[in-house]
């Protein structure tokens, strides 16, 4: 298999993976953050595990669905890196209208052969 489609598998995995934890399970996200992670939420920077996994669990709804429109992944550096930018749509229960969002991960390999989350930037798109 070649690099690119093998960078666009692990990508897509990730996505699914994620999305499918934060709609679901969103406590266990802290598995795929590490303790020098950044998370720039809407403008706020948030870093380290424990930080980033109380900022997405006390966001103010519980329940919510991820609709992925693109998911579009890079090689990044020499180091085995991967970079994965997502465009959707977030639907949340009682809301008549969907929020548009695009978010961008910057993974890095482990010592156990995954990945984690080392960068990770979140924008809800108004208009």
């Given amino acids: 298999m070649e690099m690119e489609e093998q960078v666009e598998l692990v990508g897509r995995a990730f996505v699914d993976h994620y999305y499918h934890l934060f709609d679901n399970d969103r406590a266990s996200l802290s598995s795929l953050y590490h303790p020098m992670s950044l998370l720039t939420f809407e403008g706020e920077k ?13 966001l103010p709804f519980d329940q919510c669905v991820h609709i992925i429109s693109t998911a579009d992944a890079q090689p990044s550096a ?3 890196g991967i970079m994965v930018f997502v465009s959707g749509s977030l639907k949340l229960p009682g809301e008549e209208y969907q929020l548009r969002f695009s978010q961008m991960f ?11 989350v ?6 809800l798109i108004y208009g």
Avoid: A
């Avoid at 080392?118 to 924008?123: E, G, S």
């Fill in 106 to 116: 910057h993974l890095i390999p482990t010592q156990h052969g995954s990945f984690c």
């Fill in 46 to 58: 948030i870093q380290g595990v424990e930080d980033i996994s109380r900022k997405l669990n006390q």
């Fill in 78 to 80: 020499p180091t085995g």
């Fill in 118 to 123: 080392q960068n990770d930037i979140f924008r």
